[in-house]
Structure formats: C-alpha cells, structure tokens
C-alpha cells in the first residue's frame, strides 16, 4: 500500500500516489455498489461514530452507508442534543468518546482546525467531514474520480471551480488536489468572494463568466454559503445569477465535451440553471453522488488497514 495515514484530515498532506490509491480502490467499490448485494466485511467487527456539528444530509448519509456496506457498526450522534450544548468542551467529547474505543471517527465541524484538534485526542482513525472554511478532503476525491471516470483521466485538464470560494472548504480542497495532479485550474466569480492571495495557490483567477470557462474540460459550479457571510458580498442573488450563474449561453464557451459538476446542496436559478443541471449529458451531479459512497468506503478501507496493521501483535502460547 502507498496510503500509509492513520488519519484523513485533509488533501494537503496527500502525494499523488496516495491520491490515485484511494481513487483506484473506490472504482472497485463503485463495482460492488452497483451489484444487487451490495456487502463487503473490509470493516467487519470494527465500530464507526460520525459526529455532525453541522447539518448534512448528503455527506452524513454517504458516510453511514459506506460503513454499513463494509461491515463496521455504526453510530450517528446526534450533536445538536449531545453535552456539548450542555457546555462540555470539544476535548472532553473526545475523551469520552476515546473511552467507547471507536475505530473510526467521521466528523464535521464548523470551525477549521476542530477535527485536528479531535485526531490529536483520540487513538482512532479520524475522517474529516468538512471543518469550517479549511477543508473537505473525501468530496474532493469524489469530485477527481468523478472527473476520471468521465473524462478518462485526470492531468492536464482545464478546470473552472465558479461561485463562491472565499467560503468554500470544497474548493480549498479540490485547487490542492487538482494542482497536485498537474491540472490547470481558473477561479471564477466576484471580486467579493474570492479569498485574498489567492493567486499564490497556483491558479488563474477571473471575474467574468465568459471568459473564465473558455475552452474548459470540466465546470465545477459552488454553492452560495451564505450562512458564511456577515455582509454584503454580492448585490441580490438576481444579479448574481446573470453574472455569475451557469446557463446554456456561459457553458456554451466551455467544450462541447465540458462537463458540469455541483457538490449540492443546489440552488437552481442562483449558481446554475436547471436544465443544465439535469442534462444528462452534460451534467455529472448525480455521479458526484453515486461516487461519494464509494470513496469514502475506500477511505475507511484504507485507513482500517493501516489500523490493523500498526496494532500491537500477540503472542501465542
């Protein structure tokens, strides 16, 4: 094996051949999630807890299947109602939770740097469901083999990441991947949701539709988050959508074989046109979907591996 972490915190510590690892096993769990008996026992007898500080309907359900699919027992907790609101610290949840002897830990927060601080803490192997503005390492490796499967590899492609990015953990996440699998990757959208310096990430930067998705091999449309922003970060969503919305006439300057990508939740009429998002040509949406499960089965199988195989051998009599 080349993937040798005990944890999966974020794309940034990845090497390429850790990131064509993961991807090339979940292929092989895309093949079993489309068999009519969808079981595999790679995490038989291990327990699996996903802890969501933030709501998700998507990430948390993709996670729990995956686990069921590979055998783990697995536990939602319901952090909304847990001590935490009681005024229990986010260390002293881990200690308790580290007492229970989980084997994998899947957790989203609302602040960066919460689940670092958690893998720190813990002796289990912890996965990043997203934390705040700083990353969201498994929609990232669904988006890239999303990307390979349809375009049949994944370098050298142009990619246009549009929307709002100055409070995207997704696109944060995919620049890096993409740029560590020699892509050519353009930011499109306004000057007010792009994020300081963000020329120093190695990527092109442009505030007008039209031109930043000329000659693209791949769109990848954000959501606007504006449960992130305390201001006025774009005029009404309105002008936002004529600007900087997906329709027929902005894709049209993409490549006829572009295709589009959104990692939902969508809101049709603001970041992109319905009838482009259900294109079934031109829209790969419901693959991003279909592809999360079987990442992160293959991120939880790895990491079980590396588990068992750094656990302390017995001697037999």
């Known amino acids: 094996m080349t993937f040798r972490g005990k944890h999966l915190l974020g794309i940034e510590p990845l090497y390429p051949e850790e990131i064509r690892e993961i991807l090339d096993l979940a292929d092989?769990?895309?093949?079993?999630?489309?068999?009519?008996?969808?079981?595999?026992?790679?995490?038989?007898?291990?327990?699996?807890?996903?802890?969501?500080?933030?709501?998700?309907?998507?990430?948390?359900?993709?996670?729990?299947?995956?686990?069921?699919?590979?055998?783990?027992?697995?536990?939602?907790?319901?952090?909304?109602?847990?001590?935490?609101?009681?005024?229990?610290?986010?260390?002293?949840?881990?200690?308790?939770?580290?007492?229970?002897?989980?084997?994998?830990?899947?957790?989203?927060?609302?602040?960066?740097?919460?689940?670092?601080?958690?893998?720190?803490?813990?002796?289990?192997?912890?996965?990043?469901?997203?934390?705040?503005?700083?990353?969201?390492?498994?929609?990232?490796?669904?988006?890239?083999?999303?990307?390979?499967?349809?375009?049949?590899?994944?370098?050298?492609?142009?990619?246009?990441?549009?929307?709002?990015?100055?409070?995207?953990?997704?696109?944060r996440s995919n620049i890096m991947l993409l740029g560590k699998m020699e892509n050519r990757?353009?930011?499109?959208?306004?000057?007010t949701l792009m994020p300081s310096r963000i020329a120093d990430f190695g990527v092109e930067v442009y505030d007008d539709m039209r031109e930043g998705l000329k000659d693209v091999d791949v769109v990848m449309m954000l959501r606007l988050q504006r449960e992130r922003m305390d201001g006025g970060f774009i005029p009404s969503e309105r002008e936002y959508y004529h600007?900087?919305?997906?329709?027929?006439?902005?894709?049209?300057?993409?490549?006829?074989?572009?295709?589009?990508?959104?990692?939902?939740?969508?809101n049709r009429g603001v970041e992109i046109d319905g009838t482009i998002a259900d294109d079934i040509n031109r829209s790969v949406i419901q693959e991003q979907v279909e592809m999360g499960v079987a990442v992160r089965m293959a991120a939880m199988d790895l990491l079980a591996r590396n588990r068992r195989a750094s656990a302390p051998k017995t001697i037999e009599a």
């Open 185 to 191: 990757v353009r930011l499109v959208g306004p000057p």
């Open 28 to 171: 092989q769990y895309v093949d079993l999630n489309r068999r009519a008996l969808k079981h595999s026992d790679a995490l038989a007898g291990l327990t699996q807890i996903n802890m969501f500080f933030e709501n998700s309907t998507r990430t948390q359900a993709s996670f729990e299947l995956a686990g069921k699919r590979l055998g783990a027992d697995v536990m939602n907790m319901a952090m909304q109602a847990s001590s935490i609101k009681k005024g229990e610290t986010l260390v002293d949840t881990a200690l308790t939770l580290n007492a229970m002897h989980p084997d994998l830990l899947v957790v989203r927060h609302p602040h960066s740097g919460a689940v670092d601080l958690l893998a720190e803490k813990v002796n289990c192997a912890v996965l990043n469901a997203g934390d705040g503005r700083h990353e969201h390492p498994t929609q990232a490796l669904l988006d890239a083999l999303t990307i390979r499967r349809a375009k049949g590899r994944l370098h050298r492609l142009n990619i246009a990441i549009c929307g709002d990015i100055a409070h995207s953990r997704v696109a």
């Open 243 to 266: 600007r900087f919305g997906l329709d027929a006439e902005k894709l049209d300057f993409a490549k006829k074989d572009a295709i589009v990508m959104h990692p939902g939740p969508m």
